[in-house]
């Protein structure tokens, strides 16, 4: 059976949709549950109950909003591009999905544990822009596509210190696999040598994912609710589930790449009793809670004030702190591999 698996071709390609399908089910429950969580979290910070008719403490209302998605009709617009119109939300919510196939959950359980698992992933984020132009653009609504260009604005402006960022990881760890980062966090994690850098990560993935404060977008005071004004029913669904899935997946970055991915805190007993896919998950829910506490208490910024904060505060900082990283480690002999 292992050699059927592991050394004949339709075996590995069973065995590595197995593993794909074992990752992704409990990732779309956690999408639909992240939804129901944000209502909770939101709930409880503004003195409200939250969801609570639909099941036991409102634990079906994920699969009751679903259902109504998809009961609703598609509207496209009569001047749209069908196919691209279409195409958009789907591209969204793909993108991802599919990022997770570098990410490893625990030690060696990754579905494709790549030597530039990094790239990968800062490769797929990038690509993220193009289903939200596509998605303005084909509406053809001038507010659509106003929204969608602010959007991308803001998306690539904080991407660029994103990559400082990820050169200042790479540079401490010496590796683009991202097992390598994670063991390279066994003496301390990054978060506490690198914080600015923990920092400017974290809120950068606040604006990649257009959450608030960041959720320019959507402002519905200025543009009507952005690039997907013209979306309804499940196409509508599909970018909402992608703006979370990403929320999940950039949680995920941030613990691989700061707080040690699945390893214990410490390193000490009883710590290390608890399998590490938990303290993996565990940390992606602390992220996630960040995520849904900051949307409950900043307001939204004015489109000048965050292109300030990426353009004149984050770029800057995250510049200098690579010079600064890579200064001591050549200093100390601290470098990696040398």
Not at 95 to 124: C, H, Q, S, T
Not at 148 to 166: C, D, I, K, T
Not at 229 to 246: K, R
Not at 319 to 328: C, D, N, S, Y
Request: one cysteine or more.
């Amino acid at each position: 059976m292992y050699d059927f698996f592991h050394n004949t071709n339709l075996g590995i390609v069973i065995l590595t949709f197995a593993e794909a399908l074992a990752l992704l089910v409990p990732l779309l429950i956690g999408v639909a549950y992240l939804t129901y969580a944000e209502r909770k979290v939101l709930a409880a910070i503004q003195l409200r109950k939250g969801p609570n008719v639909v099941g036991p403490f409102g634990l079906l209302q994920p699969f009751a909003d679903a259902l109504k998605m998809l009961m609703k009709e598609t509207v496209i617009p009569s001047g749209a591009n069908r196919l691209l119109f279409l195409l958009a939300p789907m591209l969204t919510f793909m993108l991802a999905m599919l990022a997770w196939a570098v990410i490893p959950v625990n030690e060696g359980w990754a579905i494709a544990d790549i030597n530039v698992g990094i790239l990968y992933l800062f490769a797929i984020s990038s690509l993220g822009v193009y289903g939200i132009i596509i998605a303005g653009w084909a509406s053809n609504s001038k507010y659509a596509f106003l929204g969608a260009m602010r959007s991308a604005a803001q998306m690539v402006s904080y991407e660029v210190s994103m990559g400082f960022v990820l050169v200042t990881v790479m540079l401490c760890v010496g590796s683009l696999n991202l097992t390598d980062v994670v063991l390279a966090q066994r003496t301390v994690w990054f978060c506490i040598p690198l914080f600015p850098m923990f920092v400017v990560f974290f809120i950068s993935t606040l604006a990649e994912t257009n959450r608030a404060p960041f959720d320019i977008p959507e402002g519905e005071s200025e543009i009507v609710a952005g690039f997907f004004v013209e979306y309804s029913a499940m196409s509508f669904a599909l970018f909402f589930l992608g703006e979370y899935a990403n929320m999940i997946l950039m949680s995920g970055m941030t613990t691989i790449l700061f707080l040690g991915g699945w390893l214990a805190p410490f390193g000490v007993e009883p710590f290390t009793w608890i399998p590490g896919p938990i303290w993996f998950i565990l940390k992606v829910c602390l992220c996630l809670f960040g995520f849904l506490w900051v949307r409950a208490t900043f307001p939204r910024y004015r489109y000048d004030q965050l292109m300030r904060l990426g353009w004149k505060v984050f770029l800057p900082l995250s510049l200098l702190w690579l010079v600064l990283t890579a200064g001591a480690l050549m200093a100390f002999g601290w470098l990696p591999n040398a």
